[in-house]
């Protein structure tokens, strides 16, 4: 499975209604990989300071996680904190301390740049093009963005859009990217600026799939409690990368398909403070819930 993501490798720190957890191991890679493991090998590479445990790496490495591409530096490593409200959609950002995120430049392995399916994790737009760059064999690419790209690194955004074959967007940034409330709309919007699909993502309320052949609607596998939403998105696209890669088919009926499985590994990821429950998740427990998705969007 010839699939690289690259994104952060961090710690969160998260308050829900209720419970609380401190400088838990999190960050959108580190969520990806946890979640795309389980379908095969897979390529890692971010940053992480002196603070970041070793363990953490050796229990990718053994799920099957190449972490040659992280690159360890002097300082601390990222560190998000946040809080959940009640309803599960609000979340307060308390702080975001970038450490030695804040000027990392990527260099791939010569190793991972013949990587055919390619994740570029949320991250400035011009480094997302710079790791795009050095992937010589790309097949398939999809990348992430958020509201602070969008608002402040407009032109560098549009400029990647040319050059990839998707992009995930919750509601908001779909209607920030498109400048369009209705949500439809807004995905064609941002299809005629250059990528096939727009993943969107909507929580609770399921996913699309919107591209010029392919329209594809998909509920949220119904999860009760709902532990921790850290990461959701994350594993979603990695269930979703991770499918496709394994298939080696990005024809529409393949996406779809791999639409489902990305919505059982977010469906995972909420039931656990981060890593917790994706991470002794194996092939077989995805099947089954993967199964049991199929039934319940089936007529």
């Given at each position: 499975m010839s699939?690289?993501v ?17 400088r838990?191991?999190?960050g959108?890679?580190?969520y990806?990989?946890?979640a795309a493991?389980s379908?095969?090998?897979?390529r ?7 603070d ?9 490495r ?8 992280v690159?360890r530096?002097?300082g ?11 309803d599960?959609?609000t979340?307060t950002?308390l702080?975001?301390h970038?450490?030695?995120l804040?000027?990392f430049?990527?260099?791939l ?10 994740f570029l994790?949320?991250?400035e737009?011009a ?9 010589t064999?790309?097949?398939f690419?999809?990348?992430d963005t958020m509201n602070?790209w969008i608002e402040?690194?407009?032109p560098?955004?549009?400029r ?20 369009e409330?209705?949500?439809?709309r807004?995905?064609?919007q941002v299809?005629s600026?250059?990528?096939?699909y727009?993943?969107l993502?909507k ?8 591209g010029?052949?392919a329209h ?8 009760d409690?709902?532990?921790d939403?850290?990461?959701a ?8 990368m991770?499918?496709?890669?394994a298939?080696?088919?990005?024809a529409?009926?393949?996406l ?8 059982v590994?977010?469906s ?6 981060s890593?917790e429950d994706?991470?002794r ?11 049991e998705?199929?039934?319940?969007t089936?007529?």
């Amino acid at each position: 499975m010839s699939l690289l993501v690259i994104g952060t490798l961090a710690y969160d720190t998260v308050e829900t209604p209720f419970d609380r957890r401190e400088r838990a191991l999190g960050g959108s890679a580190v969520y990806f990989a946890t979640a795309a493991a389980s379908f095969g090998p897979l390529r890692l590479a971010g940053v992480v300071g002196e603070d970041f445990d070793e363990g953490h790496l050796a229990r990718m490495r053994e799920r099957g996680v190449d972490t040659a591409g992280v690159v360890r530096k002097p300082g601390k490593s990222f560190h998000w904190g946040g809080r959940y409200a009640a309803d599960w959609n609000t979340r307060t950002t308390l702080f975001t301390h970038l450490n030695v995120l804040q000027d990392f430049r990527p260099v791939l392995p010569q190793h991972f740049r013949d990587s055919k399916y390619v994740f570029l994790a949320n991250a400035e737009p011009a480094v997302q093009l710079d790791v795009l760059s050095q992937c010589t064999q790309r097949k398939f690419v999809v990348a992430d963005t958020m509201n602070f790209w969008i608002e402040q690194y407009l032109p560098d955004l549009r400029r990647l859009l040319k050059h990839i074959d998707g992009i995930v967007l919750n509601d908001e940034e779909a209607r920030m990217l498109a400048g369009e409330h209705n949500l439809i709309r807004a995905a064609r919007q941002v299809l005629s600026m250059g990528p096939r699909y727009v993943l969107l993502k909507k929580g609770e309320h399921g996913a699309f799939l919107i591209g010029q052949d392919a329209h594809f609607s998909l509920p949220a596998y119904p999860v009760d409690p709902v532990v921790d939403p850290t990461g959701a998105g994350d594993c979603f696209a990695g269930g979703f990368m991770a499918a496709v890669a394994a298939a080696d088919d990005v024809a529409p009926r393949s996406l779809r398909r791999a639409m489902l499985y990305g919505t059982v590994t977010a469906s995972y990821c909420v039931q656990g403070f981060s890593i917790e429950d994706i991470e002794r998740r194996g092939r077989p427990d995805i099947e089954r819930r993967y199964a049991e998705l199929l039934e319940i969007t089936t007529v």
